[in-house]
């Protein structure tokens, strides 16, 4: 008789990159990112949701890490032979509507979204494969103003959650500039150049990982990372990507003597100073409005990876440190960022459409509010666990945890099939701070008991008598069926529940 194959039974394993979320976690989640759209909401934008999967002529190829698969998206073909891509960020899809609802919608178009974006690209500690971006667009406004506006609106919504001034800055610089310094230094102009320039512009993104030592060799001929893989460099001179180097170390706290250091380094570029024109404006819009250096900085070393930005681009950085699990210091940098992107929109319509948004990293920002002590996590309380003792009084058991609801209560009535220990143990794992108890002997008598686990675990760790435990039930109480609601309500107000 043959052996009875056995059936396949799949690995149970998340795919490198991704990561599941647990209930605390989401709750946290959720409260900051309501303050977050509050915020935006309060400079007027409206919220708008877009579709996950784009066609990917639409998306475009703006992606920093073009040596991966695809470009850095996740794409599948469709049965019509289209290809279709997992959206990397939410700017794209935007523009994508605006311009397939163009006539149809304001100009300016203000909205905000919040959502999840893919990238394929090589995952490491911290950096996922799946993530949340909030961002905030205006498109069709050609003036400086909504680039200071989105400045102040992403300092005030780092404020709204937790992190206090000080402990972070947004900063600003401008494409133009850095496309001025290039062309100063024999970087051609235009498509022939355009692959230089963004090797270029990814090389001094990495200002923070690698260095300037680092940047300096993707400047000129490549660099071999610590695992062997080598990124092919821009292959400037020593001179030139000293000019370069210069350029990223301009910044300071004075915005006059950073504008003047740039135009010393555009020379007589006009796409240069234009952008220096750009910055001295904003500089002026935000000084009418109190954003100073303490919180918004000019730093040319901010370029941002994306490729179609093209003009003013903002990075908004965390600056305070933490000690990891081995008391190590670590430093979250940066949180988000955006910029301008005038060519987006007009690659479907063909005429300028000018646009800017900005975009904060949602997951990066919540591990910063936790290692500060200062997330929402508690938004989502604890279920009062009812307990149904008698499989045949279902019905009673679905009534009481209805009443609970209806009173504002959250509740849920056991559905394992176990009995009472199997249920309090589920309801202590569930960290539920009530059990409600109601047995054939507490019907009879048109009475319910209330399992006070909160104080029960604490008095647990006090009490070493088991005998004084069991005659007292100092957090046990039983009330008449009738005061269900109002019973379980004292018991949550009191003060060891919220401590």
Known sequence: MAKKDKPFRPKARLPKGLRDLRAEDVAARRAMLATIMQVYESYGFDPLETSAFEYADALGKFLPDADRPNEGVFSLQDDDGQWLSLRYDLTAPLARMVAENYDALPKPFRRYQTGQVWRNEKPGPGRFREFTQCDADTVGAPEMAADAELCAMVSDALEAVGIGRGDYVVRVNNRKILDGVLETIGVAAGEAGAAQRM??????????????????????????????????????????????????????????????????????????????????????????????????????????????????????????????EKGRPIRFGSIGGGGRYDDLVSRFKGTPIPATGVSIGVDRLLSALDALGRSKADSLRPPVVVLPLDKDRMEDYQRMVWDLRNAGIRAELYLGGAGMRAQLKYADKRGAPIAVIQGSDEFEKGEITLKDLVLGARLAEEIEDNTTWREDQPAQVSAPASDLVSAVKDMLAKPHMSA
């Open 199 to 324: 090797t270029v512009l990814r090389a001094i993104d990495k200002l923070d990982r690698l260095g300037a030592d680092g940047v300096k060799l993707l400047l000129g001929e490549g660099r071999k990372d610590e695992s062997g893989d080598f990124t092919e460099g821009a292959g400037l001179t020593a001179d030139q990507a000293d000019t370069v180097l210069a350029f990223v170390g301009a910044g300071d706290e004075d915005r006059g003597k950073v504008l003047t250091t740039l135009r010393g380094l555009v020379g007589g570029s006009e796409t240069g100073l234009a952008g220096v024109a750009e910055l001295e404006e904003i500089a002026g819009l935000l000084d009418a409005i109190g954003y100073g250096p303490d919180r918004i900085l000019f730093d040319p070393a901010v370029v941002r990876g994306l490729g179609y930005y093209t003009g003013p681009v903002f990075e908004a950085e965390l600056t305070f440190d933490v000690k990891d």
